[in-house]
């Protein structure tokens, strides 16, 4: 976890978070008080970061607020409690993104499959753009978006992947994604040479599923975290507007399950540069 100060920091921002989250359900301060009832002025103090609330209180003001989300409602409260805000609170990012940002940065495996693009944690910033979209509802991204996501992806890499505390990411990818025109072919350019670095690094297993894989599962792209710690597998689902998470350990099981069997049928780890290393010469030709 990065330094950004202490408890009060984490205080701070999760008292931002609560008021974001009150204004996006079109409360008013008033009705956040009568939910808890406490008076109006402590509401204003706990959004401030100026007032800690008892943990069952800004649970009932999550659930108020329609956050049902586990992972999203622990990394409120933990904040709240005095956790100290990550890199990503700096930036103007969703509730469901930062506590995603918050289970990698403690993660010491992650386990991720991807069916359109290249796994997120592999991209570079101009193809996470240019990814951002392809993958978006409108076909376009927002002014913000062009300045934030690249460095999100630059920040998140530098931290996981290439950093002093380096996690070990195992991905698996369709070999589709590869082929899609994300980006003009110098990004994709650009993106495949940092596939091939990162497919010889000892962190990284790359892997790539081929049309005719044996084994394909059922739903979208997925990510498995470990932490450090005993706590279990976290699995999040990337869905259209925001990352599901899943805590229950049959569901856990089963996409821990699914990673194994794509392991198994997609092309070793040993193939990877090599393919991609081909597929290199075949988007250089397009320049």
Not at 11 to 17: D, F, H
Not at 75 to 91: C, F, I, K, Y
Not at 190 to 202: F, G, M, N, S, V
Not at 238 to 250: K, N, P, W
Request: glycine share 6%.
């Amino acid at each position: 976890m990065s330094e950004n100060g202490g408890p009060g920091a984490g205080r701070a921002v999760a008292g931002a978070l609560l008021r974001r989250l009150r204004e996006d359900a079109g409360l008013s301060q008033q009705a956040s008080a009568d939910a808890i009832s406490c008076a109006k002025s402590k509401i204003s103090r706990l959004e401030a970061g100026l007032h800690t609330v008892r943990p069952a209180d800004i649970a009932r003001l999550l659930t108020l607020y329609g956050v049902a989300d586990p992972i999203q409602r622990d990394h409120v409260l933990s904040l709240a409690a005095g956790r100290t805000p990550g890199w990503w609170h700096e930036l103007p990012l969703p509730l469901w993104f930062c506590a995603h940002l918050a289970l990698e940065d403690d993660a010491r495996q992650i386990r991720t499959y991807e069916t359109t693009v290249v796994p997120s944690l592999l991209q570079t910033p101009a193809y996470s753009l240019a990814a951002a979209r392809v993958t978006s509802v409108t076909g376009s991204t927002a002014p913000a978006d062009q300045e934030i996501w690249p460095e999100v992806c630059r920040r998140r890499a530098d931290r996981l992947l290439n950093g002093d505390r380096q996690v070990r990411l195992w991905a698996v990818m369709e070999e589709s994604a590869l082929t899609l025109p994300v980006g003009d072919p110098r990004t994709r350019l650009e993106q495949l040479d940092a596939l091939i670095a990162a497919a010889k690094t000892p962190n990284v297993v790359l892997q790539i599923n081929p049309a005719a894989s044996t084994y394909r599962p059922r739903g979208g792209p997925f990510t498995l975290l470990r932490r450090a710690d005993a706590d279990p597998d976290t699995v999040l689902l990337h869905q259209l507007h925001a990352d599901q998470a899943l805590v229950r350990e049959e569901e856990v099981a089963a996409y821990r399950q699914a990673h194994t069997r794509l392991s198994v049928a997609a092309r070793p780890p040993d193939d990877t540069p090599h393919l991609l290393t081909r597929l290199r010469a075949e988007v250089a030709a397009l320049l």
